[in-house]
């Protein structure tokens, strides 16, 4: 297991090379500049500019300063928000988004493993139609058309929440809902499979023959094997809800780092642009590793491979 966590991390640093190299180069290959929006300056004023953010240099010698830059943990001046550096925005709004995605990712696991268990336990009767039917239209509706319609109902039409912000606890609620509602349909599904198929194992019929509370059945013998699939699927799960929130994030005016990626993509601020692509991989490759490790923990195979 140690040899496995070792080589994973020493995978991350090639990936994250790549990373910051293709986003660099990607960034300055889009039409327009960072001061293209500003009010019109002359010449000199421009000139200067460039030589403070060191955009006169060669491109080349701009990438190996930044890839230095990355390694002392200097992700460089925002060429937008010059009140404070890339990192020092980054740490103010990513908590917003950790918190966010946290929601989000409850949301989705109450929700898919309470309607994956309910189902897998009446298959084929109406408690497993209804919720994956339910599922079936969370995965087909993305999360740009479902934040809208839950703002719309429950916002414009019911007045019960508010349409947007980041203050109140009332404001996290369709934020939430929004970003894990696809995923909890995807994970009521695979809860429901898992589920069948370890419910039609030997030693579940052998617990059930020996007087065993189906409740125990199927929370203490069952669940450990059913959910496994659901475990794989979490760290796909968790990049794609903190990725998701860049749409969401924008749609509620919620005050995080998907966000303030946006602005920067629009505003072409580069060092913006690639310190946030650099931090949400960061994050991804942690999430996935650790759900890798925890479904080896579930699957005792998996660590004798």
Same mark, same amino acid.
């Given at each position: 297991?140690?040899?496995?966590?070792?080589?994973?991390?020493?995978?991350?640093?090639?990936? %994250?090379?790549?990373?910051?190299? %293709?986003?660099?180069?990607?960034?300055? !290959?889009a039409?327009?500049?960072?001061?293209?929006?500003?009010?019109r300056?002359s010449?000199e004023?421009q000139?200067?500019?460039?030589?403070?953010?060191?955009?006169d240099?060669?491109?080349?010698?701009?990438y190996?300063?930044y890839?230095?830059? !990355?390694?002392?943990?200097?992700?460089?001046?925002?060429?937008k928000?010059?009140?404070?550096?890339?990192?020092?925005?980054?740490?103010?709004r990513?908590?917003?988004?950790?918190?966010?995605?946290a929601?989000?990712?409850?949301?989705?696991?109450?929700?898919?493993?309470?309607?994956?268990?309910l189902?897998?336990?009446?298959?084929?009767s109406?408690?497993?139609h209804?919720p994956?039917?339910?599922?079936?239209?969370?995965?087909? !509706?993305?999360?740009? !058309?479902?934040g809208?319609l839950?703002v719309?109902?429950?916002?414009?039409?019911l007045?019960w929440?508010?349409?947007a912000g980041?203050?109140?606890?009332?404001d996290?609620?369709l934020?939430?809902?929004?970003l894990?509602a696809?995923?909890?349909?995807?994970?009521?599904?695979?809860?429901?499979?898992?589920?069948l198929?370890?419910?039609a194992?030997?030693?579940?019929?052998?617990?059930?023959?020996k007087?065993?509370?189906?409740?125990r059945?199927?929370l203490?013998?069952?669940l450990?094997?059913?959910?496994?699939?659901?475990?794989?699927?979490?760290?796909?799960?968790?990049?794609?809800?903190?990725?998701?929130?860049f749409v969401?994030?924008?749609?509620?005016a919620?005050?995080g780092?998907?966000?303030?990626?946006v602005?920067a993509?629009?505003?072409r601020?580069?060092?913006?642009?690639?310190g946030?692509?650099?931090?949400?991989?960061?994050?991804?490759m942690?999430?996935? %590793?650790?759900?890798? %490790?925890?479904n080896a923990?579930?699957d005792p195979?998996?660590?004798?491979?």
């Open positions: 297991m140690t040899r496995y966590i070792i080589k994973r991390i020493f995978e991350f640093i090639p990936v %994250l090379f790549a990373i910051i190299t %293709l986003t660099f180069f990607l960034v300055r !290959v039409p327009g500049g960072p001061f293209d929006a500003d009010k300056v010449p004023a000139k200067r500019l460039e030589q403070y953010y060191k955009l240099r060669p491109l080349y010698r701009q190996f300063d890839l230095g830059g !990355v390694v002392r943990g200097d992700l460089g001046p925002s060429f928000k010059s009140s404070r550096s890339v990192r020092e925005w980054i740490l103010l990513l908590p917003v988004s950790l918190e966010l995605g929601y989000g990712l409850l949301v989705a696991l109450a929700l898919g493993l309470g309607a994956g268990l189902a897998s336990l009446r298959p084929n109406a408690l497993d209804a994956m039917s339910l599922a079936m239209i969370g995965i087909c !509706v993305p999360n740009f !058309v479902l809208p839950l719309l109902v429950f916002a414009s039409w007045g929440l508010p349409v980041w203050r109140t606890p009332a996290r609620i934020p939430s809902l929004t894990g696809m995923y909890a349909a995807y994970i009521a599904r695979l809860t429901r499979a898992g589920m198929e370890v419910l194992q030997d030693f579940i019929r052998t617990a059930r023959a007087g065993m509370r189906e409740a059945v199927v203490r013998h069952a450990r094997g059913g959910i496994q699939p659901v475990v794989a699927f979490l760290g796909p799960a968790i990049a794609g809800i903190l990725t998701g929130s969401v994030e924008t749609v509620f919620v005050p780092l998907g966000r303030e990626f602005e993509a629009f505003n601020d580069y060092t913006m642009v690639i946030t692509v650099l931090v949400y991989a960061l994050l991804v942690t999430l996935n %590793l650790a759900a890798d %490790l925890a923990w579930l195979r998996i660590r004798n491979r």
